[in-house]
């Protein structure tokens, strides 16, 4: 895993909070700076939400164990629908813009479904250094059923430049320093130490949810 900026660590205040969660995992557990951080000012999430909770999840297909934890969050917000919504977004640096444009040029040609399947290919890190070659992309693309031509003029276009930009505006936003990087709320943010089981991440989850309604007096 890579770690960008471990000074955006410093924005976070530190709390424990002892509470049991509904599913008999003790909350007590759950520690500031492990489990979850806590922006010391809330990010505007720029959305309307409609009285839901936003859980926002940052990737990015030179990842490990995103695949997973995209299945977890899907899983997590369908189950609970009524009151959760759910976004994905590419991480995406000055130097380094991959991820962003793949993913928002594969949303372009209609093929979410491909950009799913690159992210479970590329959790091997052989296949992503391979794949993340333009030239090998576009081979493994043609194999998907997606026009190598039609992509690489989607890939340069201004309309791809453009989110490529604004990828990069989010993730210096919301201080993401590493991958997967998944944002609650705008207020509290969960990372790989959470994120590596169904169970465990569900009742964190259902933790800070509730957390929020009672915050938010909902």
Known sequence: MKVWHFFVLCCFSFRVFAVE????IDAAKFEEGKDYFTYDKPIDTEEKLDGKIIIQSFFDYDCRNCSSVQDILELYAQINASHVLYREYPIALENNEFSARTFYTLQAVGRNDVSDKLMFETMDAEQFAQLSQFSHLLVWLEKQGVDGQ????????????????QSIE?????????YPYVVINGKYV?????????????????????????????
Not at 21 to 24: E, M
Not at 150 to 165: D, G, R
Not at 170 to 178: L, Q, S
């Open 190 to 218: 969960l990372t790989s130490s959470t994120l590596y089981s169904d169970d465990y991440t569900f009742a964190v989850l259902d933790f800070l949810t509730k957390k929020i309604a009672v915050e938010e007096k909902w």
């Open 150 to 165: 039609t992509f690489k003029e989607m890939y340069l276009s201004p309309e791809i430049n453009e989110t490529a930009q």
């Open 21 to 24: 969660s509904s599913d008999g």
């Open 170 to 178: 989010m993730t210096e936003k919301y201080g993401v320093f590493t």
